[in-house]
């Protein structure tokens, strides 16, 4: 094969920008203290998506019990959430404070989870979708926290009700300014609280509506946290609601203007920005912030590979692709070629990111094919397996010193074009399980190289999100296609390695070599063949 650049490192990261390089360093820096200390299963910003639904779950049951005690009204609403902190503070008042620190971490895990699927370059192409659902996410939680904060109608609400009222009277479209209501007590009436609480009941339930849809587009999903990291965290905000419960200000008076307030920062960060501005400023930011955060996908640098393609005449409609797709963005559909089989693989290509997970997972991607020439039921137009069995014979052909060794990487992983040498030929994947594993069987048992590497990205961050789980489950033989167990275990190491764990790579390489070495020399030699002389 012509050496076109397919399947030779570099390739990754082409569609992020220096800031994204920036803030996924910084992330990688970060995620391995985390690994240091809590392991990778237990690592937050492996699942910071699953956290923000955990707490979700905690502020909606902290939220349907401390609605059995609240009253609305503007005296009853007060008095209401008082009786729930001084009087029954050991349980509805535990439940108060839940519901505010579980809201507070919400909004947390969602913008560091935002940022990190920014900095990972998770929004380009037809991922394009996820993100974009995510940006009115954003609105519905500030949302649902600011009618949250109007409830308790003591100052802070006074506060909030009126800055609010205000900004949203700049637009001047309600016939009667919103902010009318507050000029008076007698102004302010019941079904106001009622009109309040049912909003603060909606937007959370919109909120689900539209995290649902923002899923859609991604399968085998981590919805739930680890289970110990999600009972550790909810331990701490218990802890905290305990030790530092969530209360009140004095009650809401609009005869005064409240002077002094304590601002919940998560959510009522825009007020004080209005108070030094205006609301027409706040309104810009906000529209401003919103448009970009929505454009952001379709914004150079932008790199867009061909999509997988289907070949009916070799597909037997096993299914394989369609289970391992990351994206949904295989489906099985009714035979329409009149061979002998139920269904067959249909690709959008719309949904395909162009990792090869499926090209991986076809069980007639095998390189022992000779006679026939390599053409899977799917398969990647811009990087086909035919190109990539060539890439390998090519490469192990130019290996001059032993042990030698193939280094299949993924180009989100660590900087591969760094470890080629004399006995090192490096191999770029879109991710590291667009490899079938009959590709590993070929190098060893054809003595292409006497050692297989396998890297990707990180454990727990792998750029197309199941790349990693799916090649160790194919190695272990728990998930299809296995790797055959003629193939000598000994002769495959696998590392998962960032960009910053480039040193623990090449120690591993090195280290494998080594033992690939003693290996060669322990070897027995092959018998010689008894002539027979009959
Ligand atoms: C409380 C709010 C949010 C929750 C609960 C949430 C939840 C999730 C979950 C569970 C995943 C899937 C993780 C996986 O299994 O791989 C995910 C993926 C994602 N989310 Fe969110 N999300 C939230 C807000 C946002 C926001 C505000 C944005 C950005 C504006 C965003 C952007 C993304 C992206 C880009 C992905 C990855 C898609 C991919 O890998 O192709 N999310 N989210
Ligand atoms: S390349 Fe295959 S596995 Fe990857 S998104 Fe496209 S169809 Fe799905
Ligand atoms: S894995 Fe291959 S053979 Fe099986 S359905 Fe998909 S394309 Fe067809």
């Given at each position: 094969?012509?050496?076109?650049?397919?399947?030779?490192?570099?390739r990754?990261?082409?569609?992020?920008?220096?800031?994204?390089?920036?803030?996924?360093?910084?992330?990688?820096?970060?995620?391995?203290?985390?690994d240091?200390?809590?392991g990778?299963?237990?690592?937050?910003?492996?699942?910071?998506?699953?956290?923000?639904?955990?707490?979700?779950?905690?502020?909606?049951?902290?939220?349907?019990?401390?609605?059995?005690?609240?009253?609305t009204?503007?005296?009853?609403?007060?008095?209401?959430?008082?009786?729930?902190?001084e009087?029954?503070?050991?349980?509805?008042?535990?439940?108060?404070?839940?519901?505010?620190?579980?809201?507070?971490?919400?909004?947390?895990?969602?913008?560091?989870?935002?940022?990190?699927?920014?900095a990972?370059?998770?929004?380009?192409?037809?991922?394009?979708?996820?993100?974009?659902?995510?940006?009115?996410?954003?609105?519905?939680v500030?949302?649902?926290?600011?009618?949250?904060?109007?409830?308790?109608?003591?100052?802070?609400?006074?506060?909030v009700?009126?800055?609010?009222?205000?900004?949203?009277?700049?637009?001047?479209?309600f016939?009667?300014?919103?902010?009318?209501?507050?000029?008076?007590?007698?102004?302010?009436?019941?079904?106001?609280?009622?009109?309040?609480?049912?909003?603060?009941?909606?937007?959370?339930?919109?909120?689900?509506?539209?995290?649902?849809?923002?899923?859609?587009?991604?399968?085998?999903?981590?919805?739930?946290?680890?289970?110990?990291?999600?009972?550790?965290?909810?331990?701490?905000?218990?802890?905290?609601?305990?030790?530092?419960?969530?209360?009140?200000?004095?009650?809401?008076?609009?005869?005064?203007?409240?002077v002094?307030?304590?601002?919940?920062?998560?959510?009522?960060?825009?007020?004080?920005?209005?108070?030094?501005?205006?609301?027409?400023?706040?309104?810009?930011?906000?529209?401003?912030?919103?448009?970009?955060?929505?454009?952001?996908?379709?914004l150079?640098?932008?790199?867009?590979?061909?999509?997988?393609?289907?070949?009916?005449?070799?597909?037997?409609?096993?299914?394989?692709?369609?289970?391992?797709?990351?994206?949904?963005?295989?489906?099985?559909?009714p035979?329409?070629?009149?061979?002998?089989?139920?269904?067959?693989?249909?690709?959008?290509?719309?949904?395909?990111?162009?990792?090869?997970?499926c090209?991986?997972?076809?069980?007639?991607?095998?390189?022992?094919?000779?006679?026939?020439?390599?053409?899977?039921?799917i398969?990647?137009?811009?990087?086909?397996?035919?190109?990539?069995?060539?890439?390998?014979?090519?490469?192990?052909?130019?290996?001059?010193?032993?042990?030698?060794?193939?280094?299949?990487?993924?180009?989100h992983?660590?900087?591969?074009e760094?470890?080629?040498?004399?006995?090192?030929?490096?191999?770029?994947?879109?991710?590291?399980a667009?490899?079938?594993?009959s590709?590993?069987?070929?190098?060893?048992?054809?003595?292409?190289?006497?050692g297989v590497?396998?890297?990707g990205?990180?454990?727990?961050?792998?750029?197309?999100?199941?790349?990693?789980?799916?090649?160790?489950?194919?190695?272990?033989?728990?998930?299809?296609?296995?790797l055959?167990?003629?193939?000598?275990?000994?002769c495959?190491?696998?590392?998962?390695?960032?960009?910053?764990d480039?040193?623990?790579?090449?120690?591993?390489?090195?280290?494998?070599?080594?033992?690939?070495?003693?290996?060669?020399?322990?070897?027995?030699?092959?018998?010689?063949?008894?002539?027979?002389?009959?």
């Amino acid at each position: 094969m012509p050496d076109s650049g397919i399947f030779s490192p570099p390739r990754g990261q082409a569609d992020t920008n220096l800031l994204q390089r920036g803030l996924r360093r910084g992330f990688l820096y970060l995620e391995a203290g985390l690994d240091k200390c809590f392991g990778a299963a237990w690592n937050p910003l492996y699942q910071l998506g699953a956290l923000g639904f955990f707490y979700y779950w905690v502020v909606a049951v902290s939220g349907i019990y401390i609605y059995i005690f609240f009253d609305t009204g503007t005296a009853a609403a007060y008095e209401s959430v008082e009786y729930m902190t001084e009087e029954q503070w050991y349980l509805a008042g535990v439940m108060r404070s839940l519901h505010r620190y579980a809201s507070d971490a919400m909004v947390l895990m969602m913008l560091v989870h935002a940022l990190r699927e920014y900095a990972l370059g998770h929004l380009k192409g037809p991922r394009w979708f996820t993100w974009v659902t995510g940006v009115p996410v954003l609105w519905l939680v500030v949302i649902a926290g600011i009618s949250g904060y109007w409830l308790v109608w003591d100052q802070l609400a006074q506060y909030v009700a009126i800055a609010t009222a205000e900004w949203l009277d700049w637009w001047a479209i309600f016939g009667d300014p919103i902010a009318r209501n507050f000029i008076s007590p007698a102004a302010l009436d019941d079904r106001f609280f009622t009109l309040l609480l049912f909003v603060h009941i909606m937007v959370p339930l919109l909120l689900l509506l539209v995290l649902w849809i923002h899923l859609q587009r991604i399968s085998h999903l981590q919805i739930n946290p680890n289970r110990g990291l999600a009972a550790g965290t909810f331990v701490m905000l218990l802890v905290l609601s305990l030790m530092v419960p969530a209360v009140s200000h004095g009650p809401a008076d609009l005869a005064r203007v409240p002077v002094a307030v304590n601002l919940d920062w998560f959510y009522l960060w825009a007020y004080p920005l209005m108070d030094l501005t205006s609301e027409g400023a706040v309104w810009s930011l906000a529209g401003v912030l919103t448009i970009m955060l929505a454009v952001l996908p379709w914004l150079p640098p932008r790199v867009r590979r061909q999509p997988a393609e289907v070949s009916l005449s070799n597909c037997n409609g096993c299914g394989r692709c369609a289970a391992d797709c990351p994206y949904s963005a295989i489906l099985m559909r009714p035979r329409s070629d009149g061979l002998p089989f139920d269904t067959e693989a249909v690709v959008t290509p719309a949904l395909c990111v162009s990792c090869g997970i499926c090209a991986g997972a076809c069980p007639t991607s095998t390189p022992f094919r000779r006679k026939s020439d390599l053409i899977p039921g799917i398969d990647l137009i811009d990087a086909p397996l035919r190109d990539l069995r060539a890439r390998i014979e090519l490469l192990s052909g130019e290996l001059s010193e032993g042990p030698r060794v193939l280094l299949f990487g993924c180009e989100h992983g660590a900087a591969l074009e760094t470890f080629s040498g004399k006995g090192v030929a490096v191999v770029a994947l879109p991710c590291i399980a667009a490899l079938p594993p009959s590709f590993i069987d070929y190098v060893l048992s054809r003595g292409l190289a006497e050692g297989v590497l396998l890297t990707g990205c990180r454990k727990g961050d792998c750029y197309n999100r199941h790349g990693i789980d799916w090649t160790e489950a194919r190695l272990a033989g728990t998930r299809d296609p296995y790797l055959r167990t003629r193939v000598p275990r000994e002769c495959i190491e696998v590392l998962w390695a960032a960009d910053s764990d480039r040193a623990d790579l090449l120690e591993s390489l090195e280290a494998f070599r080594r033992r690939l070495s003693v290996r060669e020399k322990t070897k027995e030699p092959p018998r010689p063949k008894v002539e027979s002389h009959v």
